[in-house]
């Protein structure tokens, strides 16, 4: 079955960085796409960043020129780098696959 399990959260200072991880296994991980989703309290989850089979990436507005998100079919596994984090960052986020398989979340918290 498929199973997403993200990991590297963790509480960072504003301006600071973070990389995620998500590990998948139960499909075959290269040929789909995966991205990362956020949800922070009282909102709705949003895309973060999406990253093709074939590469292409996509990203939210917020994110562009701060977050980069990249796989590594060898390890099935897809990451996301945050720069330059921000309060407002804080969120649970989440690895996603297509079509509504999640892991079960890492909290991100950007505190002073």
């Known amino acids: 079955q498929v199973q997403l399990v993200e990991s590297g959260g963790g509480v960072v200072q504003p301006g600071g960085s973070l990389r995620l991880s998500c590990a998948a296994s139960?499909?075959?991980?290269?040929?789909?796409?995966m991205s990362w989703y956020r949800q922070a309290p009282g909102k709705e989850r949003e895309l973060v960043a999406t990253v093709s089979a074939g590469g292409r990436t996509v990203y939210a507005d917020s994110m562009k020129g701060r977050f980069t998100i990249s796989r590594a079919n060898a390890k099935n596994t897809v990451y996301l780098q945050m720069n330059s984090l921000r309060s407002e960052d804080t969120a649970v986020y989440y690895c996603n696959r297509c079509c509504n398989y999640w892991g079960q979340g890492t909290q991100v918290t950007v505190s002073s």
């Open positions: 139960g499909f075959t991980f290269s040929a789909y796409a």
